[in-house]
């Protein structure tokens, strides 16, 4: 496991997610994972927390996550800017080596049966609450954040800290057709 990887407490996990990244999505049922990338994801509620994420109805990410009813949220850095947005333009349904063309290398966390995708800044193991009605008429899921955990050398004490730390570190942000921005500079309101 990577030594910069460090729990983040259940009240602050909405601050991985609140700059508005894009984010890549995994998830696993019967020995098979997958790896998205998602530019609609949330923050949705802070006790207990929860996210939402828009998923596909042709993607295979959201069918495995239907049927084992958890999945990954995942902030990618600037360096994983190729492996986002190859795994955010092929599908597993026609590419079987997908993941291993984009370069992903999975992990696991103990007490959670799921991929976790290598050298992201932040990852939010979630629990799926069933809504039918909006996974299928908005393509809209809702997760309840059950593990938390980020990178030290860029989330610390509660907080993003980008200013400090190298470029590569930096967040994605999709605008469309593979133009991403990587975060800015910290602006400071008095």
């Known amino acids: 496991m990577n030594p910069h990887q460090k729990q983040v407490d259940l009240a602050k996990a909405y601050r ?3 700059h508005g990244p894009t984010v890549l999505v995994s998830a ?3 020995g098979v994972d997958n790896v998205m990338a998602a530019a609609w994801c949330c923050a949705l509620d802070f006790s207990p927390p929860k996210l939402t994420v828009v998923l596909d109805k042709a993607t295979r990410t959201r069918e495995l996550i239907e049927r084992s009813g958890r999945f990954v949220i995942q902030i990618p850095t600037a360096a994983q800017l190729q492996l986002t947005n190859q795994v955010g333009n092929h599908s597993l349904k026609d590419a079987p080596d997908k993941l291993a063309k984009a370069g992903v290398e999975l992990f696991n966390i ?3 049966d799921l991929p976790f995708v290598q050298g992201c800044s932040a990852w939010l193991a979630c629990e799926l609450i069933a809504e039918p009605h909006n996974q299928q008429a908005y393509d809209l899921f809702i997760g ?3 593990g938390a955990w980020a990178d030290d050398r860029v989330f610390r ?4 800290h980008f200013e400090d730390a190298d470029p590569a570190w930096c967040s994605l942000h999709h605008v ?3 133009h991403f921005y990587a975060i800015g500079d910290a ?3 008095e």
């Open 16 to 18: 991985l997610l609140n």
């Open 157 to 160: 004490d509660g907080h993003w």
């Open 28 to 30: 696993r049922h019967e």
């Open 187 to 189: 602006l400071k309101a």
């Open 110 to 112: 103990p007490g959670h």
């Open 176 to 178: 469309a057709g593979g």
């Open 144 to 146: 309840e954040v059950v």
